[in-house]
């Protein structure tokens, strides 16, 4: 399915970018909900799950889609939405502190996020055969 160069036709280019979307989607998602939940009990252990979360989710995004993009779209959701909400506002409150929670969460997140797609990347984007 394609035409014979194998570039994509443009219904699939519109499907494509449209599953890109929802990837880019998932991980604001994802950020959002980490967000607010961090900081729950056991303290550090949760910030620590949400980043494995955040790492399996563009891990499994690029594996899906067999592109570097397909494991960046989560990750930069993640990313924008952690660190937009990490801004303080004008009233004076925060939604992530800078305790070790926080530090866990939005440090330990970015790494297993970046990490997540490079894995992606590395385990089978670059180790499928190249076409003839």
Known sequence: MGTPRGRLE???RAIAAAGYVVLFML????GMIGSFNYSRSPVPLVAIILAVVIFATCMLAGWGTRTLGGGL????????????LSM?????????????????YL?????AAVTGAAAAYILWVRARPRPR
């Open 10 to 12: 443009p219904a699939q």
């Open 27 to 30: 991980g604001v998602l994802e």
């Open 73 to 84: 779209a989560p990750a930069l959701g993640w990313i924008v939405a952690s660190f937009v």
């Open 88 to 104: 303080g506002r004008p009233n004076g409150s925060i939604i992530i502190t800078n305790t070790a929670a926080g530090q866990w």
């Open 107 to 111: 440090y330990g997140g970015s790494l």
